[in-house]
């Protein structure tokens, strides 16, 4: 079965910092991902996303970066944090078909102090 | 174009019924449902493809209006773990699965 792996779980970080943040899938190939981030209370905001090894089409200029070393590994980063980089991070994945939406990972969530 | 998602929040009695809709002002190829429980990723509810299809899972069941753009979903006999925020996700023709999410609806459902 397909599984998904994001980690960590939580993260406190001080502005200035890097961030790298990994996603890893499981029981499928080629799948296309997602990263997400969510204000608390708000809704999903795209930040990037993966249709393949090296493909990454960015959806928000920032200080973020992405990329996908892998086909099942796509990982989230930043040279340096901002406060407003503090969320709710969310990597997602959705198989070619598409049939099944979207399968979440558990998510990180960023505090940038 | 963001999807609206109507109403923004909802409280129920457990038992009663609610209906959550989703409309697009553009031409949609799908809608995806999710849940999102406090603190948690959402989960996948259903997914609805154009052709007007309606779809049921136990007691939530959804449908899609293609001439309107707009799905909704519907829960029955509401129990307390529906409760949650619900989106909708829109994709167009040619979006290779790229959702544009609605802001979701609140469901609280009490005792």
């Known amino acids: 079965s397909q599984t998904i792996h994001q980690w960590p779980a939580t993260l406190v970080q001080p502005v200035g910092s890097p961030l790298s943040l990994e996603c890893t899938v499981e029981?499928?190939?080629?799948?296309?991902l997602y990263w997400y981030r969510q204000a608390a209370g708000r809704g999903l905001q795209l930040l990037f996303y993966s249709v393949g090894i090296g493909q990454i089409s960015s959806e928000v200029p920032q200080n973020l970066s992405a990329s996908r070393p892998q086909d099942r590994q796509f990982i989230l980063s930043s040279k340096k944090l901002l406060l407003s980089d503090s969320g709710f991070y969310l990597c997602?994945?959705?198989?070619?078909?598409?049939?099944?939406?979207?399968?979440f990972g558990s998510g990180t969530r960023l505090t940038v102090v | 174009q963001q999807p609206v998602q109507s109403p923004q929040a909802v409280i129920l009695r457990e038992g009663e019924d609610a209906v959550i809709n989703c409309s697009s002002s553009k031409a949609l190829y799908s809608v995806h449902w999710y849940r999102q429980k406090h603190g948690e990723a959402p989960v996948f509810l259903m997914i609805l493809l154009k052709g007007g299809e309606q779809k049921g899972h136990e007691k939530i069941s959804a449908s899609f209006n293609e001439k309107k753009q707009q799905s909704s979903l519907y829960l029955t006999a509401s129990q307390l773990s529906y409760s949650g925020t619900y989106f909708c996700?829109?994709?167009?023709?040619?979006?290779?699965?790229?959702?544009?999410w609605g802001a979701g609806t609140k469901l609280i459902i009490k005792p």
């Open positions: 996700g829109t994709e167009r023709v040619g979006s290779n699965y790229q959702l544009i």
């Open positions: 997602a994945w959705i198989a070619p078909t598409g049939q099944n939406g979207y399968t």
């Open positions: 029981g499928t190939s080629n799948p296309n």
